[in-house]
Structure formats: structure tokens, C-alpha cells
Nanobody, 119 residues
Framework: VQLIESGGGLVQNGGSLRLSCAAS????????MGWFRQLPGKEREFVAQ????????NYSDSVKGRFTISRDDTENTVFLQMNSLKPEDAAVYYC?????????????WGQGTQVTVSS
């Protein structure tokens, strides 16, 4: 199983980025998909999740209203649209898959993609 993130990079304060997470060896339609982020020396923190079947989405308070998580199960890919980026959003962003369905028996992580926001 591989989760491969892409789309990170350097953006100015107030700018936008769209992260993608492409899965291989895993059919994401059975999994809750999420994004987490981590700064050096800090705990990995939850950013957003979209449940299997896209029935619901959840966001951390710090990104609510600015970030949007979506999924395309036909492409086996999940996205994170990040708007109005702030310097405090800079981190390594990780894709997460948990499931299948309501189970938490399996969990997978990507290798991460760096997001840098210049002030």
C-alpha cells in the first residue's frame, strides 16, 4: 500500500495550494481519508477528514472555512484545497487512510509533502 502526496510547495501569505494523495494497493472507497500536519519537534495534528462515501467531513478549528477536503474514488485520490494560507499553516502534510468502513483495523500513512508559507 502506498499513499503518495503531492502539491506542496512555497506560497505567499494568503495564497492557495491544492494537495493530492494518490493511493495504490488500496481501494480508498472503503476508507476514511484524512490529512494531518506536523512541525519539527511537535506532535502530528489532525487537519481534515472525509468519510467513506463522502458522507461527512470534519476539520480542525484552525483550518475550518479555509481548507476543503474532497475525494475522487474513481481516481483513488483525495485532495486538500487550502485557501487563505497563513504562516502557521506551514508544516509537512500527511495523507492518512483508516478503515475499512467503520473499522479502525487498518491505517496507512503517506510520506508527507512540505508546505511553506512566506509572511
Amino acid at each position: 500500500v502506498q499513499l503518495i502526496e503531492s502539491g506542496g510547495g512555497l506560497v505567499q501569505n494568503g495564497g492557495s495550494l491544492r494537495l493530492s494523495c494518490a493511493a495504490s494497493g488500496l481501494e480508498i472507497n472503503a476508507f476514511n481519508m484524512g490529512w494531518f500536519r506536523q512541525l519539527p519537534g511537535k506532535e502530528r495534528e489532525f487537519v481534515a477528514q472525509i468519510t467513506f462515501g463522502a458522507r461527512s467531513t470534519n476539520y480542525s478549528d484552525s483550518v475550518k472555512g479555509r481548507f476543503t477536503i474532497s475525494r475522487d474514488d474513481t481516481e483513488n485520490t483525495v485532495f486538500l484545497q487550502m485557501n487563505s494560507l497563513k504562516p502557521e499553516d506551514a508544516a509537512v502534510y500527511y495523507c492518512n487512510a483508516e478503515g475499512p468502513f467503520l473499522s479502525t483495523a487498518s491505517e496507512y500513512w503517506g510520506q508527507g509533502t512540505q508546505v511553506t508559507v512566506s509572511s
